[in-house]
């Protein structure tokens, strides 16, 4: 299985942006990892086949992950950034198998 993400960039803190990722294959999970320099990567949240959606504590509230019509494509909509946000934005597949994304950065200043 292939991911190709997309939409990372430079913001100002409280902008927003929005990622988007494309996997070759319909999985009955997708989401999205982050990793900030220097750091562990990290659970941003994910999305069931369903919709059903889990988030960090830390991005709750601010980050929403959706389906696109072909649920095979995934979004992270980021809203009211914060410098902390600056990462390595992953996106991640399961099927019974885990796949990842190349990757795409996010830098939020401040």
């Known amino acids: 299985v292939q991911l190709q993400a997309s939409g990372g960039g430079l913001v100002q803190a409280g902008g927003s942006l929005r990622l988007s990722c494309t996997a070759s294959a319909s999985g009955n999970i997708m989401g999205w990892y982050r990793q900030a320099p220097g750091k562990q990567r990290e659970l941003v949240g994910i999305?069931?086949?369903?919709?059903?959606?889990h988030y960090a504590d830390s991005v709750k509230g601010r980050f929403t992950i959706s389906r696109g019509n072909a649920e095979n494509t995934i979004y992270l909509r980021m809203s009211r950034l914060k410098p902390e946000d600056t990462g390595v934005y992953y996106c991640?597949?399961?099927?019974?198998?885990?796949?990842w994304g190349q990757g795409t950065l996010v830098t939020v200043s401040s």
């Open positions: 991640n597949f399961y099927n019974g198998r885990t796949y």
């Open positions: 999305i069931s086949n369903v919709g059903s959606t």
